[in-house]
């Protein structure tokens, strides 16, 4: 089979099984979405940091024994509404444009605007306890989520030319400055992760909303959002290590915390985006700090193969959200160096040779022995769904 043909299944099946499952899907973090679970912590904390952590990592999916439904994912879907524009861009598929078209209703009705005043969005269908802590609801607006879903809204007026799909896009730019905008103690501004993270920078959060913000500047000519387009991009870069990564977070207290991941795409990502709209002068600045970036990630996190470190210098387990994040932002890349898309392929071939079930789903983990094989919508299918339309759009595949 050419790698081609490869591929052209590989998407097909995936899409299959998306659509048959109606989007419906289990998540690894999803423990708390219990009933049994949530009487069994009764609200204590440690408790349910170690079952979400159990439940993340168990081999065996005991999802069913524990209670715990699929549920449609909101940042899942804004990824799959992200992947079905590019899609329909390439082929004029009527099929995608349908499936564009439901993903976006959905997100419409699941802002969070009659509460917050500006159109924002949650992340999960679920509660949630970090390591640290730290929460997650369905009621509390995150800037991951309502970032990707910004992407999602713009991409799809491009295609639609719905006035609404502007308003909404530029109702969720003002949620992001008005309640996440904040400026760190050396004067850099950044955006908070969500509406209660006081006490901790999350790095790539600032990444992302980047992005989005990349994203809407086409739509308007507003000389705030320039602004604090570039104030991003200096924050980012002030933040960068000498050898060319991001620290994941950094709390008031002064811990720092290091998870060398898919997060160094996401900023990656972002720089290459901000690039064209940054001044002169400024773009040889950015070009440094994305080269520095690169040659980490490049060099670091990945083999020759294609196959990406867990977090490095962790090498074991395999992880589907870093294999699909190496396919977006070396496809990206590309635009400085068509080996980024050769070394792009790379990674998705061997990511479909070896992590991919006959039923077209992609599996979570592969460790050195075994394989977790459990099925996850957001982070595995809706990564990949978006890993291999950034790909086909760049390589300009337009034969469905």
Known sequence: MTFDALV?????????WVKNEGYYGWDPYDALNSEIVSRLCSNSQPLEILITQLNKYSILNIRPILGIEKGLDIKGISLFAQSFAKIYSLTSDQQYKDDLSECINFLKSKSLKQKYGFDC?????????GFDGSTLAPDI??????????KAIADSYSIFKDEELKDIGKSAYDFLIKYLLRKTDDGLYYLKYDTLSENKIVINASAEGLSAICRLMPLFNDAEM????????????????SDGCWIYSKYKSGKIRR???????????SLVEYLPFAEP?????????????????????????????YRYPKLYPVDIHNQAQGIITFS????FDAEFLEFAKKILEWTILNMQDNLGYFFYQKN????????????????????????????GVAKW
Request: net charge positive.
């Open 332 to 335: 990206k890349l590309s635009v």
């Open 226 to 241: 320039k602004k604090i387009a570039c104030q991003l991009s200096e924050f980012l870069m002030c933040t960068q290590d």
């Open 259 to 269: 998870q060398t991941d898919f997060h160094q795409g996401f900023i990656l990502d």
């Open 8 to 16: 052209d299944d590989s998407i097909r099946s995936l899409h299959s």
């Open 368 to 395: 050195r022995i075994l394989t977790n094989k459990i099925p996850y919508m957001r982070w595995g299918a809706a990564w990949m769904m978006l890993s291999m339309a950034t790909y086909l759009e760049k390589v």
């Open 121 to 129: 969005w949650a992340g999960h269908y679920f509660n949630y306890r």
């Open 281 to 309: 002068k400024k773009q040889d600045q950015l070009m440094k700090s994305i080269n520095k970036g690169v040659n980490f990630y490049r060099k670091k996190q990945f083999l020759d193969n294609g196959r990406c470190y």
């Open 141 to 150: 607006p995150d800037v991951i989520t309502t970032s990707n879903v910004i």
